[in-house]
């Protein structure tokens, strides 16, 4: 069936250092991906978003690239801080629902 | 705004107990949502709304769910009887238009003992 999926559980970055977050999807219909981050204890939060008609965005110290030939999606933040540190989901929505990966622990070392 | 606001925070029942859960969505949000954490399983939509209205309610478990939006600003997300596999977080969310972001509460941690 369709799924999205991530491709690393954890990841550890030292504080200073840019950070990958890396999300494959399968539904080729998905036109729609948004980043969430959720602290232990809270709810998911909104990062990023992109359309299928774009393959970048860029936020504050985030970066979205989405590539549909491969079906792959990231997220990258720039000069990684302790408070980065959270579960990061990629969600897809093929104008259904949001399908949710499962989740990438980041973990800021100092 | 102040968000998504959900209730009870924490939740600790006896197998059998009805359980309910709120939530107040952002104003003007026209989409519910309520999902289901669990480690095992991740984020799982149980059921959305839109315009107070129930359009698929096919992430529910099993009728011992079920949920209601009597109003634009308010739903509700009942268990009876609750059975320990239950035990998880229950987020609620909103949206302004169905493909758009979703802004998520700070969940409901249910525990069945």
């Known amino acids: 069936g369709e799924s999205v999926g991530l491709h690393l559980p954890t990841l550890s970055v030292q504080e200073g250092d840019n950070s990958i977050i890396n999300c494959a999807y399968s539904n080729s219909a998905s036109d729609y991906f948004i980043w969430y981050k959720q602290e232990s204890g809270k709810g998911p939060q909104f990062i990023i978003d992109?359309?299928?008609?774009?393959d970048k965005r860029q936020g504050q110290r985030v970066t979205v690239l989405l590539n549909k030939t491969v079906k792959h999606l990231s997220l990258q933040i720039a000069a990684t801080q302790p408070g980065d540190s959270a579960v990061y989901f990629c969600?897809?929505?093929?104008?259904?629902?949001?399908?949710f990966g499962k989740g990438t622990s980041l973990l800021v070392t100092p | 705004d102040a968000g998504v606001i959900q209730s009870p925070r924490h939740e600790v029942t006896e197998m059998g107990q009805e359980v309910t859960l709120r939530c107040k969505p952002i104003s003007g949000h026209d989409y519910l949502f309520w999902y289901r954490q669990t480690m095992m399983r991740g984020l799982e939509l149980l059921i959305y709304f839109n315009n107070n209205v129930p359009i698929d309610d096919s992430g529910m478990p099993e009728d011992r769910f079920s949920a209601k939006m009597p109003n634009a600003s308010f739903s509700t997300l009942k268990i009876q009887p609750s059975e320990p596999r239950d035990s998880a977080v229950y987020f609620c969310a909103s949206s302004f238009g169905f493909q758009e972001t979703q802004y998520f509460g700070p969940g409901t941690r249910l525990l069945v003992l």
């Open positions: 969600a897809e929505n093929s104008g259904y629902a949001l399908n």
């Open positions: 992109i359309r299928s008609n774009m």
